[in-house]
């Protein structure tokens, strides 16, 4: 089961994760966007967001084909009802 990294409303735009995450995955302009082709869902970043706005949610068949990159499409919600999200606080 493939998971995915998700960025919620309470980002506030520190850029904590951008500095964490070891694939330079993460861009913030704002607020911070997911490379969906460059993440790996090490998940490391979520357990440095100080406002818990990061998420994992699993998928029951990998990415779905008309997932882009969230640096060259922004940040899209994630479809449902393929997938299970949590939240971590
Ligand atoms: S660490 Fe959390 S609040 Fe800070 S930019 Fe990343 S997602 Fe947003
Ligand atoms: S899950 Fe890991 S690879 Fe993906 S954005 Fe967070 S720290 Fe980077």
């Not at 790996?40 to 008309?66: R, T």
């Not at 940040?75 to 449902?80: A, I, K, L, S, T």
């Amino acid at each position: 089961m493939e998971k995915r990294i998700f960025i919620t409303d309470a980002c506030v735009g520190c850029a904590f994760c951008m500095l964490v995450c070891p694939y330079n995955a993460i861009v913030v302009f704002g607020r911070a966007r997911v490379d969906y082709e460059t993440c790996n869902a090490c998940m490391k970043c979520i357990m440095y967001c100080p406002n818990s706005a990061i998420g994992v949610e699993f998928l029951e068949s990998g990415l779905e084909s008309g997932l882009e990159s969230g640096l060259e499409s922004g940040y899209q919600e994630p479809q449902e009802p393929k997938s299970e999200r949590f939240r971590i606080t």
